[in-house]
């Protein structure tokens, strides 16, 4: 088997890879910032018996690819497993505080498979400094992660389970009970952890920057997911 270093050249080759190359970390200089890369960071081991792990860039599903395209049997809760504890963890901070309706909304199917594929990584996934990156985008739904302050790097179930967290627990409400307006489709919401990141759910636009911020997108939006009816 080729060693990873050449893989890793392989993949970054490859048309279809519109992001940016997948170096390993020990590859990365350290004075080219985290901000010249597109979408968010990853860093995880592709391999079980990787030594040190791999830096890779771009969206959820890019970086998905990447590491399929290295490793086809990759399963991230056995390269890299997650304490379930530490996952949980991510929900039950006191200083996170969840509000819904602070964008426009996303649908909620779409946001499911974003949680899925978020999943689907494991390990690391962050964000520069006071920089927002889109995580996952699918039609026009989107998940983000915006860093407050420094360079942020979440654990990539975690980010996910905030996700799930907000579309599960936002626009739950129904309008004048009409069953033709679909139960809670329209998503909208953002957790903020400790003010130092924030996970944000909603509406995307795929052509658009990996760096675009949520607030980019007001609320109520063009409502194109549906409106977010909350339980009065």
């Known amino acids: 088997m080729l060693p990873k270093s050449v893989l890793l050249a392989l993949v970054a080759a490859l048309p279809t890879m519109t992001m940016a190359a997948a170096l390993p970390a020990e590859d990365v200089p350290a004075e080219l910032p985290a901000a010249t890369f597109e979408g968010i ?12 792990p791999t ?3 771009g969206d959820a599903d890019a970086i998905y690819n990447q590491i399929m395209a290295l490793n086809p049997e990759y399963v991230a809760s056995e390269v890299n497993p997650d304490p379930e504890e530490d996952v949980l963890a991510a929900l039950s901070k006191r200083a996170q505080v ?4 602070v964008m426009a909304t996303g649908y ?3 946001l499911m498979e974003a949680e899925s594929r978020l999943r689907s990584l494991g390990s690391n996934c962050g964000a520069p400094a006071k920089q927002c990156r889109r995580m996952t985008c699918q039609n026009t739904s989107a998940t983000y992660i915006c860093s407050e302050a420094n360079d942020v790097s979440v654990k990539c179930n975690s980010l996910a389970s905030l996700v799930q967290s907000i579309h599960q627990g936002c626009c739950t409400g129904r309008m004048d009970n009409n069953p033709e307006y679909p139960f809670g489709s329209g998503k909208s919401g953002h957790i903020y952890n400790d003010r130092v990141w924030s996970v944000w759910v ?6 658009h920057g990996s760096d675009s911020r949520p607030t980019q997108y007001p609320y109520p939006g063009g409502s194109n997911n549906g409106q977010c009816w909350e339980d009065k």
């Open 41 to 52: 960071t990853w860093t995880g081991k592709i391999f079980r018996d990787d030594l040190e």
């Open 55 to 57: 830096v890779l860039h």
């Open 98 to 101: 969840r509000t819904c309706k």
């Open 108 to 110: 909620r199917n779409d």
């Open 202 to 207: 909603g509406y995307g636009n795929c052509n």
